[in-house]
């Protein structure tokens, strides 16, 4: 397209109005004859240097042109028809373009940020800031810029914050300020609110400057202070708690003390008595200052036997006592396993034989020591051997078994044919004062302590004890006494 005479001028008016876009006419033989101002700011040569001679560059399409001062700048350039075959040339500079764009959206995504944001130069003026700023500080664009930023800092705080800034020049690297400070910020109309600061070394223009990132904290420092408030409570009603319940555990032991000390000086009260009553009833039972009639004979046979239970009674509460308080102690020895079960065998006899049962025992050949507290084993074999021969109907069956087990330790079983017991019973038998059978075994005396004080003494030397069992199936009650070759004397 050609451009005549008369539209020439207006068209110059309008390029050299256009700013940033440099315009230029070369004739046909390839002389410049114009050179505008934007030629002259995009590559540095001026009119009168270039008009009168050829191009100083070549300005072919879209190019990396090389300025005056041997630096390059990446340029777009229009190539038209001017007047008589002559040439009109409109340069651009693209990276000019580019920047501009590049200067909108990083003031796009400036402004974006949550968190305020200022770049502050050497001298700490402020220099730069997002739109957040202005809102977190209640201070305008125009009223921030170039000011110092202590403005935005308590009075309080602001000689400090000079010898901070000095500091950081010296040693200038990403970190958040004032770690394990309490920092705050001050608002144009005075209210201080606590804030979080990062910094960031910057240079723009040759200078070093400080990028701050700043972060509103109130909410979460109220959110911090409630939670703090909720475990100061907390912890203030666990303290009260814990020292409630120091009272009473100290309670407590003040009263188990004291049951164990009445209960042990009641039964050996209890006890003298009794074994008086036994023994004069035991007397006239034998008639030795004379003959009885039958009632009266009835009569002394009731008090021997009840009198007995009751000495039962009190011997079990007596020891159950020392076994909670600890004060029973083991005397372990070296015994003949198979004498000892005999001699509780024995003792039961007559009672199973008026049910018509034979107690029956196999006992393992390897089976021939055992080194623990003779008196507590009997005792234990008694209580299991006594409630197989009381829960077992008429003509049933009891059987012990006893196997060696390791080095001088034996494994018992104790059997019987009895009532049975429930599997939600099993662990609640070894409970204190709990009796089993009571409706199955109407009348049948027991104290409800001997299972207690048996599992007691099993684990007193080391061993365990459970039971198998159902209703109507009979019970299986096993235990182990662990052996210790290496205590027995030799």
């Known amino acids: 397209m050609t451009i005549d005479d008369r539209l020439a001028p207006a068209v110059l008016a309008r390029i050299l109005q256009a700013g940033q876009v440099g315009f230029a006419t070369v004739s046909s033989d390839g002389i410049v004859r114009q050179w505008g101002p934007g030629m002259e700011s995009a590559l540095g040569w001026t009119a009168d240097e270039v008009v009168g001679g050829p191009l100083p560059v070549p300005l072919l399409g879209q190019t990396l042109a090389r300025r005056k001062d041997g630096s390059t700048a990446q340029v777009e350039v229009q190539v038209m028809p001017w007047e008589e075959s002559g040439t009109l040339f409109l340069l651009t500079e693209a990276a000019g373009r580019a920047h501009d764009h590049e200067a909108v959206h990083f003031r796009e995504l400036l402004n974006a940020a949550p968190d305020a944001i200022l770049e502050v130069d050497a001298e700490g003026r402020i220099i730069l800031l997002n739109d957040t700023a202005e809102q977190l500080f209640g201070y305008t664009r125009q009223e921030l810029l170039g000011q110092p930023v202590e403005i935005l800092i308590p009075a309080s705080l602001r000689k400090g914050h000079h010898e901070h800034r000095r500091q950081y020049s010296k040693h200038p690297a990403r970190r958040p300020m004032g770690t394990n400070l309490r920092l705050e910020g001050q608002r144009k109309d005075g209210s201080r609110f606590p804030v979080e600061i990062s910094l960031s070394p910057v240079y723009c223009e040759d200078q070093f400057c400080v990028a701050a990132i700043i972060r509103d904290v109130s909410e979460r420092q109220q959110s911090e202070e409630r939670l703090r408030a909720i475990e100061r409570a907390y912890t203030e009603e666990l303290a009260e708690k814990n020292r409630e319940l120091q009272l009473r555990n100290a309670e407590v032991e003040t009263a188990n003390r004291l049951k164990s000390e009445f209960l042990s000086g009641v039964s050996h009260e209890l006890r003298t008595p009794l074994h008086t009553v036994i023994g004069f009833t035991e007397l006239l039972l034998e008639e030795i200052e004379g003959p009885l009639t039958d009632k009266q004979r009835r009569f002394a046979s009731h008090i021997h036997r009840d009198a007995q239970h009751l000495l039962a009674l009190i011997n079990d509460v007596l020891d159950l006592s020392k076994i909670e308080s600890g004060r029973l102690e083991l005397q372990s020895e070296v015994f003949p396993v198979a004498e000892t079960i005999d001699e509780v065998v024995s003792s039961l006899n007559a009672k199973a034989a008026l049910k018509d049962i034979q107690i029956e025992v196999d006992l393992d050949e390897e089976a021939v020591e055992l080194f623990a507290d003779r008196l507590r084993f009997k005792q234990i074999l008694y209580n299991l051997l006594s409630n197989a021969v009381k829960f077992t109907p008429a003509s049933g069956r009891i059987w012990l078994e006893a196997e060696a087990r390791g080095i001088g330790g034996v494994l018992i079983r104790v059997n019987d044919t009895g009532i ?49 069992s159902e209703p109507g199936k009979g019970s299986r009650f096993t235990f182990t006494m662990p052996g210790s070759a290496s205590a027995a004397p030799n």
């Not at 059978?437 to 003494?457: D, P």
């Open 420 to 468: 049975g017991i429930a599997a939600t019973q099993h662990e609640a038998i070894f409970d204190k004062f709990y009796q089993i059978g009571q409706k199955q075994a109407s009348g049948v005396e027991g104290t409800g302590l001997g299972l207690a004080i048996t599992r007691h003494l099993v684990e007193m030397h080391g061993g365990q004890i459970e039971v198998d």
